[in-house]
């Protein structure tokens, strides 16, 4: 059987001169199949991320393609031989087999056993760790994605698209991970200078891409938290990139207010460790932040710091100089002082992994009630907790021995809570009797 190559605008044509069966059709130049490398920037002596990119407008099963590298950057073989490769949900049920060829370039042949398509028609399809050299001058190099090949289903039979070859860019930086001041070394004074940036006091020499330690185009506690792991491990200063995550950085924790006396408790329900945390606090009306203090499940080395930002807002910043993590057995995090209602967003919490995680915004509701026990009464009716409340609220149900049980979200109104284990508890300083 002939080969014949057919620019995408002519498929209709060809298909309409039936000469799909004589001729094994591949579509090529085409500019509604396109695969190439997204742009990046990065540091000199780094490891960084390079996204491969599918725009697909039928379905595509198969895929291949070449890729190749300017000199000073590679692609990072692990431990096992590897190339270091991870495919995206797009690629959910595929495997990708790579290798390096004779000329430097890198070869993927991405596939299927049971013959499943690519998730959509856009998006990234893999994500590829690139080692960029520590002589390897800044600048703007290019990266090609060459000779790719895409399996297209046709009927029965798969029909091979080649997309024209594409051209990235890559822009090599001479700054160094952690070195915020551009000092020449890593030390307690880029944690000082990253904590100031965050508090919207930006130093007078302050590097961002230095200070962006995992690369999410913001400057975050948990940037700090990764400059002070550098300093502690005395390690070379990379960025962290395909990290192993643990259990605790898949979790979704919940964060939620609850109302005191005198302003409000921020807890936290989850099982996950946690080094640090950041949010902004948007007061009601004239209201201003009389105090704030750590409980105590952060209160080992952890420090606290928060400044008013040029929005009104505050912004408070947790973090552990030896990225300590909260107390396992406790979910108060902050007692805030305040009167009136409080808006918490922009939310972020550090794992002990130096995983980011950005929980929903809160918002809290002043009591209104001189002591929060007046309003609200419990008694239990068989194995059931009623609470009658005049606000929503957050309480913990403590044990005997004092550790946090359970959390129990409790609405304004009528509260009927099931499911709870036979035991005697504290509630609110009362004593609740399970059966």
């Not at 029909?159 to 030390?187: C, F, Q, W």
């Not at 990764?226 to 491990?233: G, H, P, S, V």
């Not at 929980?359 to 008694?379: F, L, R």
Request: hydrophobic share 40%; glycine share 8%; with cysteine.
């Amino acid at each position: 059987m002939a080969t014949l190559y057919v620019p995408d605008g002519c498929k209709a044509a060809y298909a309409a001169a039936d000469v799909w069966k004589d001729f094994k059709v591949i579509l090529e130049f085409g500019d509604v199949y396109s695969l190439y490398g997204a742009d990046i920037e990065t540091l000199v002596g780094t490891k960084d991320i390079l996204s491969i990119e599918l725009q697909n407008q039928d379905d595509v099963k198969l895929c291949q393609f070449d890729l190749r590298l300017p000199n000073g950057a590679s692609v990072i073989t692990l431990n096992n031989g590897k190339l270091d490769v991870v495919l995206t949900e797009r690629a959910e049920s595929h495997k990708v087999s790579s290798t390096q060829l004779s000329n430097g370039d890198y070869r993927f042949v991405i596939s299927s056993i049971d013959n499943d398509s690519f998730v959509g028609n856009s998006g990234t399809l893999m994500n590829i760790g690139l080692d960029i050299s520590a002589t390897m001058e800044a600048g703007e190099y290019t990266v090609k994605v060459l000779n790719a090949e895409l399996s297209v289903p046709d009927g029965n039979d798969l029909m091979e698209v080649r997309p024209a070859d594409t051209e990235s860019k890559l822009t090599v930086k001479a700054y160094t991970p952690g070195d915020v001041n551009n000092d020449g070394s890593v030390s307690v004074t880029d944690v000082g200078c990253a904590i100031n940036y965050i508090l919207e006091q930006v130093p007078s020499m302050f590097i961002f891409e230095a200070a962006d330690m995992n690369g999410d185009k913001t400057v975050s506690v948990t940037d700090v938290g990764m400059i002070i792991n550098l300093i502690l491990n005395e390690g070379a200063a990379s960025r962290p990139f395909f990290a192993s995550r643990s259990s605790e950085d898949m979790l979704s924790p919940n964060v939620s207010l609850q109302p005191t006396t005198n302003g409000y408790q921020m807890m936290l329900e989850n099982k996950g460790r946690f080094v640090g945390f950041q949010f902004d606090v948007e007061l009601a009306d004239d209201a201003t932040i009389e105090a704030m203090r750590l409980a105590d499940a952060c209160e080992g080395d952890h420090l606290l710091t928060y400044r008013r930002l040029a929005n009104g807002k505050w912004r408070v910043v947790c973090y552990s100089p030896t990225n300590s993590t909260f107390a396992a057995d406790e979910s108060v995090l902050l007692n805030i002082q305040t009167a009136g209602g409080v808006t918490i967003d922009n939310i972020r919490l550090t794992t002990s992994g130096l995983h980011e995680l950005r929980p929903n915004s809160i918002v809290g509701t002043p009591t209104g009630i001189a002591n929060i026990e007046q309003g609200m009464k419990m008694y239990v009716q068989g194995r059931t907790l009623c609470i009658t409340s005049v606000l929503d609220a957050t309480l913990c149900l403590f044990s005997l021995d004092g550790k946090i049980s359970r959390t129990l979200s409790v609405h304004r109104g009528q509260n009927n809570l099931d499911g709870l284990h036979k035991g005697v508890y504290l509630v609110n300083n009362k004593k609740i009797i399970i059966r």
